[in-house]
């Protein structure tokens, strides 16, 4: 939550995106889009192909700096987010982490307190320097307007697919635990905390400008342990970036969040709010806009349909949000079916609209 004014010195500052985390109202907003490197586009799939497995992209700095730059050379966006996967982060501690064709992230599932007791927590860092490597490319290579960030996964989403083995509907193992011996779970919570922490400060130190922390799976809790394994996670992860960063801004996405969304930009000290596509944007500009610089929150599959439809919600976004601090984003990834020239025609109408205001 914004206590005071921003600093306005800090390097690049005159990006729009980062003008906007600072506070500032800037028209047109500044515009990403989650997943936007991804298999929506035809280069990348030409990208993905060459790396072999999905975790080799990764972690190939070379094919993971081409594919972050790709929408930006195609659609011009103010801020290029890294490409990588949440679950780096349990792959550098130690747990088996693969990608199945067709299906998905797969890991090794932890069974209990003794496989967390093995994770390697000292690890993360030399594990993951092939990512910072990316953003060292990135940083060299990305156009002097364009902002760019990092990124990493909530301890809560993260665990989550720790203990479930992969994505789930019901999430029935990983909420057992939690309930049942909150004890260990909160260990294995803290464990991923320190782990992100370290892993977003060296993201910083590559050359990230911004961080966005996503928290893909926060709307699945009742409130006390929303409060408990997802808002508190995110605000020690806030305090300790910012004790080691205090100008680089950072953004959260509690995906499903609801009325607890204001909790969020009360609590974690966060510089803005990705909103999903439920949330009601003029309760949004009320409730939060103010506190916090909002991004969001675009219907991904508004995008997919297109046309006037699309310009229209476009507008309707702009009218809500336009008039404070606002980055134009997605309420949720980029789907794979996204014919690209819905997303040129979506870059456009959005510039388009402040033209002759």
Same mark, same amino acid.
């Given at each position: 939550?914004?206590?005071?004014?921003?600093?306005?010195?800090?390097?690049?500052?005159?990006?729009? @995106?980062?003008?906007?985390?600072?506070?500032?109202?800037?028209?047109?907003?500044?515009?990403?889009?989650?997943?936007?490197?991804?298999?929506?586009?035809?280069?990348?799939?030409?990208?993905?192909?060459?790396?072999?497995?999905?975790?080799?992209?990764?972690?190939?700095?070379?094919?993971?700096?081409?594919?972050?730059?790709?929408?930006?050379?195609?659609?011009?966006?103010?801020?290029?987010?890294?490409?990588?996967?949440?679950?780096?982060?349990?792959?550098?501690?130690?747990?088996?982490?693969?990608?199945?064709?067709?299906?998905?992230?797969?890991?090794?599932?932890?069974? $209990?307190?003794?496989?967390?007791?093995?994770?390697?927590?000292?690890?993360?860092?030399?594990?993951?320097?092939?990512?910072?490597?990316?953003?060292?490319?990135?940083?060299?290579?990305?156009?002097?307007?364009?902002?760019?960030?990092? #990124?990493?996964?909530?301890?809560?989403?993260?665990?989550?697919?720790?203990?479930?083995?992969?994505?789930? /509907?019901?999430?029935?193992?990983?909420?057992?635990?939690?309930?049942?011996?909150?004890?260990? @779970?909160?260990?294995?919570?803290?464990?991923?905390?320190?782990?992100?922490?370290?892993?977003?400060?060296?993201?910083?130190?590559?050359?990230?400008?911004?961080?966005?922390?996503?928290?893909?799976?926060? $709307?699945?809790?009742?409130?006390?342990?929303?409060?408990?394994?997802?808002?508190?996670?995110?605000?020690?992860?806030?305090?300790?970036? &910012?004790?080691?960063?205090?100008?680089?801004?950072?953004?959260?996405?509690?995906?499903?969040?609801?009325?607890?969304?204001?909790?969020?930009?009360?609590?974690?000290?966060?510089?803005?709010?990705?909103?999903?596509?439920?949330?009601?944007?003029?309760?949004?500009?009320?409730?939060?806009?103010?506190?916090?610089?909002?991004? $969001?929150?675009?219907?991904?599959?508004?995008?997919?349909?297109? $046309?006037?439809?699309?310009? /229209?919600?476009?507008?309707?976004?702009?009218?809500?949000?336009?008039?404070?601090? #606002?980055?134009?984003?997605?309420?949720?990834?980029?789907? &794979?079916?996204?014919?690209?020239?819905?997303?040129?025609?979506?870059?456009?109408?959005?510039?388009?609209?402040?033209?002759?205001?």
């Amino acid at each position: 939550m914004r206590t005071q004014a921003k600093n306005t010195d800090r390097p690049m500052a005159g990006k729009p @995106f980062l003008r906007v985390l600072n506070g500032e109202t800037v028209k047109p907003p500044p515009v990403w889009l989650m997943r936007q490197a991804g298999r929506y586009l035809p280069e990348y799939r030409e990208t993905r192909e060459e790396a072999g497995s999905f975790l080799d992209l990764c972690y190939t700095p070379e094919l993971a700096a081409e594919v972050t730059l790709q929408p930006i050379r195609r659609y011009g966006f103010d801020a290029a987010i890294l490409f990588s996967d949440i679950l780096v982060i349990p792959d550098a501690l130690g747990q088996k982490v693969w990608f199945q064709e067709g299906v998905g992230p797969k890991l090794s599932p932890l069974a $209990g307190p003794s496989d967390c007791r093995a994770l390697q927590l000292d690890a993360v860092e030399a594990h993951l320097a092939p990512v910072f490597a990316t953003l060292r490319i990135l940083a060299r290579e990305l156009p002097t307007e364009t902002a760019l960030i990092g #990124f990493a996964g909530a301890p809560w989403t993260v665990a989550s697919y720790m203990i479930e083995g992969g994505s789930s /509907r019901d999430f029935l193992r990983a909420k057992a635990w939690a309930y049942e011996d909150p004890e260990a @779970f909160g260990q294995l919570i803290e464990v991923l905390v320190e782990a992100t922490s370290r892993y977003l400060i060296a993201q910083v130190e590559a050359g990230a400008e911004a961080l966005q922390v996503f928290d893909s799976w926060a $709307g699945i809790w009742p409130e006390p342990e929303f409060r408990r394994w997802c808002l508190e996670p995110m605000a020690a992860i806030v305090q300790r970036v &910012k004790a080691a960063h205090p100008s680089v801004p950072v953004i959260l996405f509690p995906r499903g969040a609801g009325p607890l969304y204001e909790d969020v930009a009360l609590e974690c000290g966060a510089d803005g709010l990705s909103l999903d596509t439920t949330v009601p944007l003029g309760w949004a500009r009320k409730r939060l806009q103010g506190k916090v610089t909002l991004q $969001g929150n675009l219907d991904p599959v508004r995008l997919i349909a297109g $046309g006037e439809g699309l310009d /229209r919600e476009v507008e309707r976004i702009l009218k809500e949000l336009g008039e404070g601090p #606002f980055v134009f984003n997605l309420g949720h990834g980029i789907d &794979k079916s996204t014919p690209p020239e819905n997303v040129s025609r979506l870059v456009e109408r959005l510039r388009a609209a402040y033209v002759t205001s």
